[in-house]
């Protein structure tokens, strides 16, 4: 039960993480970011029908207008395995999203902590 809980909620602060960002103004000083390097892809990528839902889903919100866009880059082992940009980083001025457009995030430490401290707590190094 412990383990669905913890699942849970790691899904849940997912959902609050995707929800929470709204994109990037112009104009606005953002400290410097080192960028992804998507030059140097590895050899391993998501599969096809993964790649098709992710686009679907963005697509899906992007015309329901629920959101402007998504940027999405998922690694492993340090690799980027796939880097898609969909949708409008500035609607009025026609900007498309891409994998260098910088969002401001909400208060996203809250929910990283909570995670952590549950992690440590089921591996008893916190009690």
Do not use: Q
Not at 76 to 93: C, L, Q
Not at 95 to 122: D, G, N
């Amino acid at each position: 039960m412990k383990k669905y809980f913890i699942g849970l909620l790691l899904i849940l602060a997912s959902c609050f993480a995707v929800f929470s960002i709204s994109y990037a103004k112009p104009g606005v000083n953002l400290p410097s970011i080192p960028s992804a390097n998507l030059n140097n892809p590895s050899s391993e990528r998501l599969s096809w029908i993964s790649r098709a839902a992710l686009d679907f889903y963005f697509d899906l919100n992007i015309w329901r207008k629920a959101d402007a866009g998504y940027v999405a880059i998922f690694a492993k082992d340090g690799n980027v395995i796939h880097a898609t940009a969909k949708g409008m980083a500035d609607i009025d001025n026609s900007i498309a999203m891409s994998t260098e457009t910088r969002f401001r995030i909400a208060s996203m430490t809250k929910p990283i902590t909570v995670i952590a401290t549950l992690i440590l707590i089921e591996e008893g190094k916190l009690n």
